[in-house]
C-alpha cells in the first residue's frame, strides 16, 4: 500500500507564508505527478498545483506569482510553499500523487488526508 502524510497547515494572517510538505512511502515504483489540491466549503475539489518528474509545473491562476510547488524524487517527497496568503485560500488542502507500484501496472492516483489552512483578514 501507499501512504501520503501531509503536514504544515495552520491558521495565519493574510499576508502571511506557509509551507506544505507531503512524503509519499509504501510500495512505489515511481511517481509520475505530485500535486495539491484543495477544498473549500461548499465548494468542488480544486487543483493548486502540480509538478511532473521531469519537473515541469502547472498553477491554478489564482495562485501563480504567490505558490511555488517542489519536489524531491529522491525522497518522494513534494512541498507547496504558499506566500502573500489570502483569505479565499482557505481551505482543506490535499496532496495528490500520479505513481505506479510495479512497472507493470497502470498509474494510480493517491491521496493523503489533507492538511487545513486557514487565512484570517
Avoid: H
Avoid at 13 to 22: K, P, Y
Avoid at 25 to 45: L, T
Amino acid at each position: 500500500q501507499v501512504q501520503l502524510v501531509e503536514s504544515g497547515g495552520g491558521l495565519v494572517q493574510a499576508g502571511g507564508s506557509l509551507r506544505l510538505s507531503c512524503a509519499a512511502s509504501g510500495s512505489i515504483f515511481s511517481i509520475n505527478v505530485m500535486g495539491w489540491y484543495r477544498q473549500a466549503p461548499g465548494k468542488q475539489r480544486e487543483l493548486v498545483a502540480a509538478i511532473t518528474s521531469g519537473g515541469s509545473t502547472n498553477y491554478a491562476d489564482s495562485v501563480k506569482g504567490r505558490f511555488t510547488i517542489s519536489r524531491d524524487n529522491a525522497k518522494n517527497t513534494v512541498c507547496l510553499q504558499m506566500n502573500s496568503l489570502k483569505p479565499e485560500d482557505t481551505a482543506v488542502y490535499y496532496c495528490n500523487a500520479i505513481l505506479r507500484v510495479t512497472p507493470f501496472k497502470a498509474d494510480t492516483s493517491w491521496w493523503g488526508q489533507g492538511t487545513q489552512v486557514t487565512v484570517s483578514s
